[in-house]
T-cell receptor, first 113, second 116 residues
Framework: GESVGLHLPTLSVQEGDNSIINCAYS??????FIWYKQESGKGPQFIIDIRSNMDKRQGQRVTVLLNKTVKHLSLQIAATQPGDSAVYFC????????????FGKGITLSVRP | EAGVAQSPRYKIIEKRQSVAFWCNPISGHATLYWYQQILGQGPKLLIQFQNNGVVDDSQLPKDRFSAERLKGVDSTLKIQPAKLEDSAVYLC??????????????FGPGTRLTVT
């Protein structure tokens, strides 16, 4: 069946280090992927997206990598800051008559000072 | 640009009571979504509106949940009667487009519902 999941529930990193958050998806027909950041008491906030015809996309301090061969998505955060502490979700989108986003379980990123 | 507004922010009710949540999307956004987010999980889509029409309500428990979007702007989500397992955060999101076009969704702060 369709599923989007994250490999680890928590990730702790030292401030200034790079963070890598991984996500696996199972629907090879998904055509669009998004990473969201959710801080306590707030709704998810869009970070970066990538279409299935790309394998890499860079934003400000963030990079998303897509490996369609193994159905793997990752979010890299450079020079992690305390403000990056949050729960991160990957989501996949399948275009079609009932297109919608399917979110995976969140992973908590904790930044140590 | 104002974000997605939701109210109330918190609600505590007893099981079998009813509750309603309100959402005001970003001005001009045609598509509105209601999600249920159980603690520790990602949001799960309950219903999607395109203007005032329902696009997808396949995961809405229709025996107890209902939603409407009058005039294609504000929306309300109702639960009647509530069950313990309905305890969750209810998120509203909106996007400029929906369906097959790029669909960056903007989320509101959510309403945290506790059913006792």
């Amino acid at each position: 069946g369709e599923s989007v999941g994250l490999h680890l529930p928590t990730l702790s990193v030292q401030e200034g280090d790079n963070s890598i958050i991984n996500c696996a998806y199972s629907n090879s027909a998904s055509d669009y992927f998004i990473w969201y950041k959710q801080e306590s008491g707030k709704g998810p906030q869009f970070i970066i997206d990538i279409r299935s015809n790309m394998d890499k996309r860079q934003g400000q301090r963030v990079t998303v990598l897509l490996n369609k061969t193994v159905k793997h998505l990752s979010l890299q955060i450079a020079a992690t800051q305390p403000g990056d502490s949050a729960v991160y979700f990957c989501a996949e989108h399948l275009t079609g008559a009932n297109s919608k986003l399917t979110f995976g379980k969140g992973i908590t990123l904790s930044v140590r000072p | 640009e104002a974000g997605v507004a939701q109210s109330p922010r918190y609600k505590i009710i007893e099981k079998r009571q009813s509750v309603a949540f309100w959402c005001n999307p970003i001005s001009g956004h045609a598509t509105l979504y209601w999600y249920q987010q159980i603690l520790g999980q990602g949001p799960k889509l309950l219903i999607q509106f395109q203007n005032n029409g329902v696009v997808d309500d396949s995961q809405l428990p229709k025996d107890r949940f209902s939603a409407e979007r009058l005039k294609g702007v504000d929306s309300t989500l109702k639960i009647q009667p509530a069950k313990l397992e309905d305890s969750a955060v209810y998120l509203c999101a909106s996007s400029l487009f929906g369906g097959n076009t790029r669909l960056e969704q903007y989320f509101g702060p959510g309403t945290r519902l506790t059913v006792t």
